[in-house]
């Protein structure tokens, strides 16, 4: 007998079929609830202020639904061990965090702190890494890698926070503000 098992191929094609499937935007926005993909939208509106770059700006927004997704998949494949779940909750708690704090800096003035997000967005960044790295293989370490590079960047945050830094990516800054409040009351964050 071999150490064969249905259920383990099954999941790597799907892994593979998830890669190829959702490079497709079109595809991708049809699985993903309305308000998720309005907040996705804007992030990548103020990706591509910011960058000036289509093709980097796409490739980021790519790889934040690649990750949801993927990450998706292996919870509900029931992948994750019993640690990996408190870690994903730490996880979940750690970007409702996040979220709730990247709005109360835009709506309250003066109160940006550069450290603080960088320093949440960097221990997210590594709770996220350690949770797929036995699952997923380096190139979707890498995407949460390329993610957090651009939007962890002191460059990025002050251009968002810091006023008359970026009028037009603050602007772009208070529709994302608008999503991330709908998503935390929608209970996707």
Known sequence: MTDFKASVVAFEVQKNFANKFFSNKAVAKS?????????????YKLLYVFT????????????????AIKIGMLQRGDKFSREEK???????????????????FYQVDHTYDRNFVIKYLTELETLLKNLISNHLTDKSVG???????VVKTPEFLDS???????????????????????????GIL
Do not use: H, W
Request: glycine share 4%; charged share 30%; net charge positive.
């Open 31 to 43: 699985l993903i609830d309305d308000t998720s993909g309005n907040l996705l939208d804007n992030l």
């Open 52 to 67: 000036k770059n289509k093709k980097d700006s796409e490739k980021t927004t790519r790889n934040i639904i690649k990750i």
């Open 86 to 104: 408190a870690n994903l909750v730490k996880i979940q708690k750690n970007l409702r965090t996040v979220a709730m704090t990247l709005i109360s």
């Open 143 to 149: 995407r949460v890698e390329q993610i957090f590079g």
């Open 160 to 186: 968002v926070y810091v006023p008359k830094k970026n009028s037009e990516m603050r602007e772009i800054m208070g529709t994302v503000v608008s999503d991330l409040n709908c998503c935390l009351e929608a």
